[in-house]
Nanobody, 123 residues
Framework: AQLVESGGDQVRVGGSLRLSCVGS????????MGWFRQTPEKEREGVAN???????TYADSVKGRFTITRDHVKNTLDLQMTDLKPEDTGLYFC??????????????????RGQGTQVTVSS
């Protein structure tokens, strides 16, 4: 099984990016799927997740700016990011787990995760 992210880039403040994660080798329809980000200076941070029923949860820092969506058939997970800020810089990776919601954002714990895609926001 594999999760592969794409879409990371370097953008200016206020810009937008769309990240994608494609799952292969397994259908994650029975798992919560989410995005996390990490930088050398900060601890890993849960960004957003979406449960098997479509319920979404966002970190306070990205609410209103990021939108997470998943496609059970295509086995994909997307993150539309708008109004990007320098503090959004980081390595973004997708992950799957049985738990979901606020708890998973806060405590992590992955059944599987990808290698990540780099997002850099510059002023």
């Amino acid at each position: 099984a594999q999760l592969v992210e794409s879409g990371g880039d370097q953008v200016r403040v206020g810009g937008s990016l769309r990240l994608s994660c494609v799952g292969s080798g397994y259908n994650w329809r029975d798992y919560c799927m989410g995005w996390f980000r990490q930088t050398p200076e900060k601890e890993r941070e849960g960004v957003a997740n979406v449960d098997t029923d479509g319920k979404t949860t966002y970190a306070d820092s990205v609410k209103g700016r990021f939108t997470i969506t998943r496609d059970h058939v295509k086995n994909t997970l997307d993150l539309q990011m708008t109004d990007l800020k320098p503090e959004d810089t980081g390595l973004y990776f997708c992950a799957v787990a049985r738990e979901c919601g606020v708890a998973w954002l806060k405590y992590g714990g992955f059944s599987w995760r990808g290698q990540g895609t780099q997002v850099t926001v510059s002023s």
